[in-house]
């Protein structure tokens, strides 16, 4: 899709990408209520 090129569709797609995951590994409440499945979230981000 030429308009995606032409806009930086791509570079934007990322950049929300990467601000949605450091919101998700600072954020204080956990999604998971088990610790060491916290753990390995964080980790595997």
């Not at 930086?8 to 060491?36: C, M, V, W």
Request: avoid cysteine.
């Amino acid at each position: 899709m030429e308009w995606k090129k032409d806009r930086g569709y791509h570079k934007q797609s990322l950049a929300e990408t990467a601000i949605f995951r450091y919101k998700q590994l600072f954020n204080p409440k956990r999604t998971l209520r088990d610790y060491n499945t916290q753990v390995g979230e964080v980790l595997q981000m």
